[in-house]
């Protein structure tokens, strides 16, 4: 079945540690991925998408992604938490060519630690 | 970036009645736009896409009779929900793409939808 699929329902991390949030996506075709983050009663911002070309993509608020097909993952990263990053994390893909198809994970919940 | 705009962005009704929810693409036309349903803890369910000037894409399982979508123009879609239960009861989101079938997605606030 296609799935788009966030093994981490809720991942605590350190202010000031590495953080790593996993996205594994089963479809025919490689996808468009993005991942996006949602603060509490609020909508949606997206934080970086992969087309094409380069497979690791750099985003807003020092997070990048990489793109490995392999693997049929797009696993999000930051070097170092801040505080303000806690919220929830949705990686989504997208079938631009196909009535523009669009489906999200369910999601990883991200509490930093002072 | 873009900016889309949903309204209301809190509603309360009573079981029964029917709610329009507006999506607005401010500074941008979109021919596509998307709604989809949040539940708590839950992520976005795509519920239709919405087409400027012609029917709406329904996902399996969402009735269209009691999600009546319409887009209407390039910057306007709306979602009523008819005879609102309970049930119904969610976090609305709409989205609408920017430029072509790789543009970007852009999500509107929210509208929570309460019924009582």
């Known amino acids: 079945a296609q799935s788009v699929t966030q093994p981490d329902i809720h991942i605590t991390v350190s202010e000031g540690a590495s953080l790593e949030l996993r996205c594994n996506y089963s479809?025919?075709?490689?996808?468009?991925l993005f991942w996006y983050v949602q603060s509490p009663g609020q909508g949606l911002q997206l934080l970086l998408k992969y087309f094409s070309g380069d497979t690791l993509v750099q985003g807003i608020k020092g997070f990048e992604a990489e793109f490995k097909r392999s693997q049929s993952s797009f696993n999000l990263r930051k070097p170092s938490v801040h505080w303000s990053d806690a919220a929830e994390y949705f990686c989504?893909?997208?079938?631009?060519?196909?009535?523009?198809?669009?489906?999200f994970g369910t999601g990883t919940s991200l509490t930093v630690i002072p | 970036g873009a900016v889309v705009s949903q309204h209301p962005s809190r509603v309360i009704c009573k079981s029964g009645t029917s709610v329009k929810i507006e999506c607005r693409s401010l500074?941008?036309?979109?021919?596509?736009m998307f709604w989809y349903r949040q539940f708590p803890k839950k992520s976005l369910m795509l519920m239709a896409t919405s087409n400027e000037g012609s029917k709406a894409t329904y996902e399996q399982g969402v009735e269209k009779d009691k999600f009546l979508i319409n887009h209407a123009s390039l910057t306007l879609s709306t979602l009523t929900v008819t005879s609102a239960h309970p049930e119904d009861s969610s976090f609305y989101i709409c989205?609408?793409?920017?430029?072509?079938?790789?543009?970007?997605?852009?999500f509107g606030e929210g509208s929570r939808l309460t019924v009582l």
């Open positions: 500074d941008f036309q979109a021919t596509t």
């Open positions: 989205s609408a793409q920017s430029g072509g079938n790789t543009g970007e997605l852009f």
């Open positions: 989504a893909v997208g079938f631009m060519n196909t009535g523009n198809q669009f489906y």
């Open positions: 479809y025919g075709a490689t996808p468009y």
